[in-house]
């Protein structure tokens, strides 16, 4: 492993890193701006005092060091606070209101299709507020109905008379959390409206602007795609491997390629940038061979690399790899030699100022935990056994990058995506360079799209060798032998799993007994935290009534069981509502159950699914009522259950139980409003 000290980026990162998780738990720190004022000052001091000091004692030194992370720590507050566009005077949640409200947006990306209608996503330009116009700053995103025959094109002003709409939480355990993931992009609002209330504003124009130059590049280039005749998936996937364009791809093929661990090839990263900077190198190569004019050859790299960063929309992996290259490049043309480690870490520390949130980004982590994973595992693997035959030796360093990337991210897929892809060295092996073939030929799509011939000949290349890409993805896609699934892992195994790999690692380089034992000690007490955890939840009884809109389900939990009626619901709807509960618990197995009268430990529950269904003649705990079933509450009186209605129910019956429960001095729980109700019954 690396030396610290040839590491100093680390010692830098490490406390500002601190300041971060100290934020995602607790928050901003109050006066933010006045402690980062205070520490900035006391650096100074303290870089002054031990600078200039003609005795440069250990205590100057210590105290140096103590500012210099007293201010790292501090900065990530200040980042926090900057980053947060609630923050700016000018952002159009200052006023917004309950009632219709015109604005004018202008439209800021490729417009997405959806089964429903039409996704765009917009600045905000001005809002009327109390009948005076406010020029204001801010995004959102606006869903419009399939009644449009207007085209929307990024750079159009819009005029809109709207109502705004708040993102609720999520209603069931350890559900997608879409509020805070828009929340994190500075998306606080968004509007659902109809074409009627959304007119394109023609008193501006369009935005030319230059921050949308990139956009409107990737807009050309979709269009151009979508255009061209080509399949719904090869347009999907070839918008998605060219500029990142990626909304439309179905979701069938996307859970195909996450099955068989290519699904980071269906979106612009590193290996693209690479790519990109490959070719401009080999121009330079015979333009300029003698490297007379390297720094010309600087500028340009630089300035492509920043002009298809921000096409891709500033996508995590193409920003580290971006930054990186750039980086690495500036050090070369000025005679300055970095250790890779230390150029990793300041792309990753520079893009962390700028966005504190990328911690979480699950992206931002695969993609630097997957760099990182390949500069230092690849070249220990490499070593293990030597290849003469070129084709060989590219087949196996192919295998070693793949295994290095995947050991490195194993602790963030696990906990994120909880599957694993058994094939994931062999699917890589044989997609990534079909993937590389398609983004050639969905470019001459694109080049020669005036020229009708060519233009249709690549068309037919392209759905062709997509078909052969999505074939190949499916082959894996299958639960028995192609991917683990259903493995529930949280941050303490996230945490146990990293240490793991880490001593095994050191164990590897020094293969000194310690380490071995450190390594066994990790091992022994992940499995006894695991038996402790499935031994708790053996013990537990509970039964969960989820929040499906317009739908029933319930389920009850006795230990590692989990009964349930699966066919009330929808294969998405399970896997967005019911799975990530699942998730949360050990080895849980699912039996189909019909069952709609429970006891457990001597509470009773029952589902009332229709008005004819008569009373049960014994004692009832809970009871959930479905499918507007308007039972006579007062046969309930004395034995006061709980009355529960479930997001089957209208909001018309829902009141009308809500009253009779209030009458009948009866408990009442609306799933449809308050989220899922999890019963314990132990």
Known sequence: MASFKSIPLLKIIFP???????????????????WFVISTIFVLITFIVYYLAKNKTGFKKIIYIISINVFLFILAH????????????????????????????????????????????????????????????????????KDSLNTYN????????????????????????????????????????????????????????????????????????????????????????????????????LTSFSHSGTLHILSVSGMHTGVICGIILFIFSYLDKNDKHKKIKCVVIITVLFLFTTITGFSPSVLRA????????????FQKQSNSYNTLLLSAFILLVVNPLLIIDVGF????????????????????????????????????????????TLPITLYFFHQFPIWFVFSNLVIIPISLLVMLFALCVVVFTKVIFLKSLFVVITNATVSIMIYLSNLTDNAHYGYIDYISFGKLDVLFLSFLIVSVLILISNKQYNYFMTSLSICIAWIFLTIAQNYTQLKQHELIVFNVKQKSFFATRIGNNVYCDLNKITKSDF????????????????????????????????????????????????????????????????????????????YKTITKLKKQ??????????????????LNAY
């Not at 890193?17 to 738990?25: A, C, E, K, N, S």
């Not at 009866?666 to 989220?675: A, D, H, M, R």
């Open 78 to 145: 200040q980042s926090f606070y900057l980053y947060n566009a609630k923050n700016d005077l000018t952002n159009y949640t200052n006023y917004v209101s309950s009632k219709q409200q015109q604005s004018v947006v202008v439209i800021s990306e490729v417009p997405v299709v959806t089964e429903k209608g039409l996704k765009l996503a917009v600045n905000l330009k001005y809002i009327n507020a109390n009948s005076k116009w406010k020029t204001t700053t801010g995004k959102t995103i606006i869903y419009l109905k």
């Open 322 to 333: 971006s930054l990186m290259l750039s980086l690495i490049v500036l050090g070369k043309t």
């Open 661 to 678: 429960c209030a009458s009948n001095h009866l408990k009442f729980y609306n799933v449809k409003e308050n989220g899922a109700l999890i």
């Open 16 to 34: 500002y890193l601190l300041g971060i998780l100290f934020v995602l738990q607790f928050g901003i720190l109050p006066a933010t701006a006045k």
């Open 365 to 408: 982590l695969l993609s630097y935990f997957a760099v990182f994973g390949i500069m230092y595992l690849f070249p220990i693997l490499d070593s293990l056994f030597y290849v003469e035959n070129k084709i060989l030796k590219w087949f196996w360093s192919s295998c070693l990058i793949s295994i290095a990337a995947t050991i490195f």
């Open 154 to 253: 990024v750079g159009d002003y819009l005029f809109l008379n709207t109502k705004w709409s708040y993102i609720t939480e999520p209603k069931n355990p350890n559900e997608f959390n879409y509020k805070r993931y828009l929340e994190n992009k500075n998306i606080f609002n968004i509007i659902y409206s109809d074409s009627k209330h959304v007119l394109k504003y023609n008193g501006f124009g369009t935005d030319d602007s230059y921050i949308l130059i990139g956009e409107k590049i990737k807009s050309k280039i979709v269009i151009s795609l979508r255009n061209s005749n080509l399949s719904e998936n090869a347009f999907s996937i070839c918008s998605a491997l060219l500029v990142g364009f990626d909304d439309e791809i179905n979701k069938d093929v």
């Open 575 to 650: 896997e967005r509502y019911i799975k990530p509960y699942l998730l949360s618990y050990k080895k849980l197995t699912l039996i189909d159950s019909k069952k709609q009268c429970i006891t457990i430990n001597n509470r009773t529950f029952i589902n009332l699914t229709s008005t004819k269904d008569s009373p049960p003649k014994i004692d009832v705990n809970f009871i959930l009522i479905s499918n507007n079933s308007l039972v006579n509450l007062t046969d309930f009186k004395d034995s006061k259950p709980l009355i529960i209605v479930d997001g089957s129910n209208t």
